[in-house]
């Protein structure tokens, strides 16, 4: 018999005959340890396959990535035959593992919901209970055709007749059988934790003249305390739900009327936002940045010359006056050049360091816009700083530093990555790109900083640093980006006198920190589960009075902490004290502060912070102290 040669990655390699299935090879350990697929030579196979051929083996465990997705894609299988068995006449169409789960398009005469995923789950642990194995058939596409015709499933026949391969494999379960690549687990007892999360409307090929299907979400975990801390995750993201926080917290809306991903900020998310700003303003000023302000549209010519008429035009809003075609920008950075063109730049004029808290606006597909996170109108706090090629480095650690400051205030660790030039499709010299990337990469070695690098993923005009912040889901969020540009100097025509004397081309850095103001204020809102810092809080302190006797020492109070500049709210109504206390609560102030007989009699006041913990009595003036050191950052009184 003809033997292949199996090498293992540990350097093992065995003799064996052809044609033996992979779990033929299966090393002797424990149950839970055993391999559920492998790779053949990087290629994904079932340890039911036989063995054509020698190669590279390597084993893929369960909770490995792979061994989730093969575990999700065969528990798609076993929701499919869960609900062709409860819902007769149902068809089968796709299944696979996406994203933290897989789904299942079904085409059904109802609508699907989440009352029936109970009785379906149930199905399903029926089929996991009877551990049926699951068994690969490779037959001619006449064979496979010739099958799901006679089971009545044209979606499938309609597949095959697509496939351009003599054969395609089955598998099959008990009485199911699907058309699948594989890999699959050997047997349905292998399911260990499942669940059923949602349900959609889904065309069939996602093609809106088509049918539209039912597709039931769910997600499967090698563990049953890996589900129930995922799905744990999952309730708290919807808790935490930027959106739904922003209507409780009365922060923003966005209105049809108005226009989709166009952002109404509402009093209390004006304020927030406008304390980011101040923030910002003065961390910027702090760091040698110049503020500046250019239009909000600009003359259609400008954008022709600056490539965004060409490579970004669908995606900006345009208008026409007395004849005169404008662009509204979708970006910050032509002002800016008109700003440093503006007059002769010396070399000892460099750096230059343009900061702007730039409302922009880009057409995103509506498909898309997703409440703050993803919008049509948006700030950003831009910046471009214009500097000598031998600056950048230092200019480049000079923003690593502000990021890290930044963070730290916010608490959010981050990690960064580096983006070389694509190998494709690109401006600037070799040397512009080698020194660039060399700039980026120099000053994140030199401030200690580790990184990724996302090799030929750079923009089309230079390299980039892009920086992911990870919230307290520990969901990762792009915010800052460093970007170097050789190209927007080079089409303005931008220049410094140097020390020869003579006209050279200024390097151009385009950076933000926080990003767009509309996301991040999205990301801080989940973040803090909508319970801001108090330096960030729009109302800080609430006072509630237990009856109307009370009302005039409470005014006094509310008048004092106005006047030192704390933003407080009063809830003098004659209302029940705990209903007062609710509300307050679901507002997530800082600090509730009760006034009731004892505190008028004594000229105190006892405040409660949200996090439950009652303070001893004192007196205004070290309340107002106590807030205001609360609200300092970077050592600066803020409020
Ligand atoms: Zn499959
Ligand atoms: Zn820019």
Redesign the pocket.
């Known amino acids: 018999m003809e033997q292949i040669e199996i090498r293992f990655p540990d350097g093992t390699v065995l003799l064996h005959p052809k044609g033996i299935p992979l779990r033929g090879l299966l090393p002797e350990k424990g149950e839970d340890d055993q391999p559920v697929a492998a790779r053949l030579d990087g290629q994904m196979l079932d340890l039911q396959t036989p063995l054509e051929r020698g190669g590279l083996v390597e084993w893929i465990g369960l909770s490995s990535e792979s061994g989730v997705e093969v575990l999700r894609h065969s528990t798609s299988h076993v929701m499919a035959q869960a609900v062709q068995s409860l819902y007769p006449g149902v068809k089968v169409t796709i299944g696979p593992a996406v994203r933290e789960g897989f789904y299942y398009d079904f085409d059904v005469d109802r609508a699907f919901s989440p009352e029936d995923f109970p009785r379906i789950e149930d199905k399903m642990k029926e089929i996991v209970d009877r551990n049926l194995p699951v068994v690969r058939r490779v037959v001619s596409r006449e064979e496979a055709i010739r099958i799901f015709r006679e089971r009545g499933e044209p979606y499938k026949v309609e597949l095959i007749e697509d496939l351009p391969d003599p054969q395609v494999s089955l598998y099959e379960q008990g009485d199911f059988i699907d058309l699948c690549r594989g890999p699959h687990l050997s047997s349905t007892g292998r399911i260990k934790a499942f669940k059923l999360t949602s349900v959609a409307g889904a065309y069939w090929r996602g093609d809106e003249r088509n049918k539209m299907l039912q597709r039931i979400y769910g997600t499967a975990f090698p563990t049953a305390e890996a589900l129930e801390k995922h799905l744990f995750l999952l309730e708290e993201a919807r808790r935490r739900d930027h959106r739904k926080l922003g209507r409780e917290l009365d922060l923003f809306s966005i209105n049809e009327e108005a226009g989709a991903g166009l952002v109404l900020y509402h009093p209390k998310g004006a304020l927030l936002r406008t304390l980011l700003e101040d923030f910002e303003k003065r961390e910027h000023l702090k760091r040698g940045y110049q503020i500046v302000i250019g239009p909000q549209i600009l003359k259609l010519d400008l954008w022709k010359r600056s490539g965004h008429y060409e490579n970004y035009r669908d995606k900006m809003y345009f208008t026409e006056v007395e004849g005169q075609g404008y662009g509204i920008k979708p970006?910050?950075?032509l002002a800016h050049m008109l700003i440093y063109k503006s007059k002769i730049r010396s070399y000892r004029d460099l750096p230059l360091r343009y900061f702007e808290l730039g409302t922009v606006h880009r057409h995103e597909k509506s498909g898309e816009l997703h409440g703050l996170l993803r919008v049509r109108g948006f700030t950003q706090d831009?910046a471009?700083i214009l500097c000598t090629p031998d600056q950048l480095n230092a200019e480049i650690k000079g923003i690593l530093d502000f990021v890290a400051d930044v963070m730290k205030i916010f608490d959010f660790p981050y990690t960064l990555e580096i983006s070389t030039r694509p190998e494709q499709g690109t401006i600037g010299s070799d040397e512009d790109w080698d020194r660039a990337t060399h700039a980026l990469r120099s000053a994140l070695e030199e401030s200690k900083l580790p990184y990724q690098i996302n090799k030929g993923e750079g923009a089309f005009y230079g390299p980039k640093i892009d920086v992911k912040l990870q919230d307290a889901l520990k969901r990762e969020w792009q915010c800052a980006t460093i970007q170097v540009d050789f190209a927007m100097p080079e089409r303005f025509e931008l220049s410094y006198i140097g020390a020869d004397g003579e006209k050279h081309r200024p390097v151009m850095v385009?950076r933000v920190i926080l990003g767009a103001m509309e996301r991040f204020i999205g990301v801080l809102t989940e973040h803090f589960a909508g319970a801001f810092p108090t330096w960030l809080a729009p109302v800080q302190v609430i006072l509630l009075t237990v009856t109307d006797p009370q009302i005039p020492y409470a005014e006094k109070v509310y008048r004092r902490l106005v006047e030192a500049g704390i933003r407080v709210e009063k809830d003098f109504r004659n209302e029940k004290l705990g209903l007062k206390i609710r509300e307050a609560e679901m507002q997530k102030i800082p600090y509730m502060v009760v006034i009731g007989d004892r505190e008028v009699q004594k000229e105190l006041i006892s405040p409660r912070a949200r996090t439950g913990k009652a303070q001893a009595a004192m007196g205004i003036e070290e309340f107002v102290q106590n807030i205001k050191e609360e609200s300092s950052i970077g050592g600066e009184s803020y409020r």
Request: charged letters at 15%.
């Open positions: 970006m910050n950075c831009d471009h385009h």
